[in-house]
């Protein structure tokens, strides 16, 4: 049964969480609001903040999972990809805490991590599985054999959703970040007012790039007509972005798991939060005889607790690093 504390510092949220016998006893994320002022992460204030949250982080953690460093049988951390300074500042904790203890240090890769937070409710799906993973930073459909056997299938070629709905927001001027602000307006919206363009990409690959450029060209023409066109239709605009976005990726996971012959299908990553996309899904389920796995939301968005289940499976499987790894803002899997 072994106790595993998780640290998650790839981008602008410091995590920690506290794994016991593959139970999440804690899960705690300290967002990063300096960023909200530049309309995007700040590398360097990034890494700053983390080194100002990890001992606090990891304290609460402790505290809430009633655990202490002596008895934490692996210390585990996001090794890539992200930001290569927010890295750092996990890595060399968790490298720190392994020496201070002579306990085992687990690198886990944050992708991979995303897919097995599937694994963290009760409810969990079987294998093989399909998972779409969808974040700021990645789109891509991954099947998954087993516990850390994983082939990625088909991923974006330019952008990644979660990036086409943060420029499509500030497109319309709104705050940093703007993804969930799209969401939130977009209840109220009519998906039939306008019409965006769906890339036609061979295969199970993604594209994004095009789609954005559309919405750019489709603010200015509009806007040229009537100043105020944003202002006035605000809620349709936001329904009709996202309900394109959603339906580009919801097709693509269709034609995969068509093609894979699998029922077990998830989701994952910052984006899966979205309300339509967890709607969308769910109902494209039923029509299709899936069986849909989607996380609670404190486990879609960056977290500590994905990386510590990742690092159970990978602590059973014997799976450990030595205290020459580096962190890697970019790496396959």
Request: proline fraction near 5%; hydrophobic fraction near 40%.
């Amino acid at each position: 049964m072994p106790t595993i504390l998780a640290i998650e510092s790839s981008c602008d949220e410091t995590s920690t969480a506290v794994c016991l016998d593959g139970k999440i006893l804690s899960n705690v994320i300290v967002n990063q609001t300096v960023h909200e002022k530049y309309g995007g992460v700040v590398p360097e204030l990034a890494s700053r903040a983390h080194l100002q949250n990890i001992v606090p982080a990891v304290d609460e953690a402790l505290s809430i999972a009633n655990c202490q460093l002596p008895i934490v049988d692996a210390f585990a951390f996001t090794q890539s990809p992200g930001l290569i300074g927010a890295l750092l500042v996990g890595a060399q904790f968790a490298k720190s805490l392994s020496l201070a203890f002579n306990k085992p240090l687990i690198a886990v890769h944050h992708m991979q991590a995303h897919v097995l937070a599937n694994l963290i409710p009760d409810n969990k799906p079987g294998f093989p599985f399909l998972c779409l993973t969808v974040s700021g930073g990645h789109t891509q459909i991954v099947l998954c054999e087993d516990f850390l056997q994983m082939k990625v299938i088909g991923q974006t070629i330019d952008d990644a959703a979660g990036e086409a709905f943060d420029k499509s927001a500030k497109l319309l001027g709104l705050p940093y970040p703007g993804g969930p602000l799209i969401d939130k307006y977009a209840q109220q919206g009519d998906t039939n007012k306008f019409k965006f363009p769906e890339p036609q990409i061979d295969g199970l690959d993604f594209s994004f790039s095009g789609l954005k450029t559309a919405i750019l060209y489709f603010i200015q023409e509009n806007k040229k007509k009537n100043g105020n066109f944003i202002e006035e239709n605000l809620h349709d605009i936001c329904a009709c972005i996202q309900q394109r976005i959603v339906s580009i990726l919801l097709n693509k996971l269709k034609k995969a798991a068509k093609q894979t012959g699998i029922k077990n299908i998830c989701i994952a990553g910052g984006v899966s939060a979205n309300k339509d996309l967890r709607k969308s899904l769910e109902e494209m389920g039923k029509q299709s005889g899936w069986k849909t796995f989607i996380p609670p939301f404190e486990y879609c968005t960056d977290n500590a607790a994905m990386i510590a289940i990742t690092a159970y499976h990978k602590y059973l499987a014997g799976d450990f690093a030595d205290l020459s790894v580096s962190p890697s803002a970019r790496a396959e899997w």
